[in-house]
């Protein structure tokens, strides 16, 4: 554990590097571990929205660092003031202790479309990016059938919905029902036999 960013209060899972946005002005920008601020903008991107309702977006070119395999990813939002106190944190905190702790961040699978099990390295592909009012489509492995447990947490990690769906073996690609939802960022789960995985999904109109 390392000191929050910042000079903001408490402490987070040990970072390469973080991306700030200013709640009262227009400044935003990628610091590396030092808390130095990028300079380098061909292979560190950022934008937030002017009005600052809460959008900010990053870009990193990772193509310099080699052939990763795994990137750990994690969202919070402090109190404005130097030692400003953690308001919330993305994926939700296994325990509310004010930290980011180095097991509270998010496993990003660099192949995203593509999960491996540890046991047999069957495939699990679920569509990445969907739109508005239609089903999440996942295609399954050969020969898997049995249940599938699914759930679904929004950007702040609440639980949006969980279903549970019958597979055979002559199954190719399931659809999970996902029609109410409203454009944005959703984490998806499935658990079946022998697989597990946690994707990202983004919903656009």
């Known amino acids: 554990m390392v000191n929050a960013p910042w000079a903001k209060l408490g402490e987070v899972g040990r970072y390469q590097f973080f991306l700030a946005d200013e709640d009262n002005n ?7 571990s030092t808390g130095t601020l990028i300079a380098d903008t061909i292979h560190f991107k950022c934008t937030s ?3 600052d309702f809460g959008y900010l977006e990053g870009v990193i070119d990772l193509s310099p660092y080699g052939n990763l395999q795994v990137i750990y990813i994690a969202v919070g939002s402090y109190s404005t003031e130097d030692g400003g106190a953690l308001q919330w944190q993305v994926p939700r905190p296994l325990t509310q202790n004010g930290n980011i702790e180095g097991e509270e961040y998010f496993t990003y699978i ?3 479309s593509v999960v491996r099990d540890s046991l047999n390295l069957k495939k699990i592909v679920i569509n990445s990016i969907i739109k508005a009012e239609t089903p999440i489509k996942l295609k399954i492995p050969p020969g898997i059938s049995g249940t599938f ?3 679904i947490y929004n950007i702040y990690g609440s639980l949006f919905t969980k279903t549970e ?5 002559n199954d190719s ?5 996902f029609e109410n939802a409203v454009p944005g960022v959703y984490f998806i789960k ?3 036999k022998d697989l597990r995985t946690i994707q990202k999904i983004v919903v656009v109109k």
Do not use: R
């Open 26 to 32: 227009d400044f935003v920008g990628w610091f590396d």
């Open 49 to 51: 929205y002017y009005s």
């Open 110 to 112: 660099i192949d995203s």
């Open 149 to 151: 447990k699914i759930f």
């Open 165 to 169: 769906i019958q597979a055979d073996t």
């Open 173 to 177: 690609t399931i659809q999970i029902p």
């Open 190 to 192: 499935v658990e079946a």
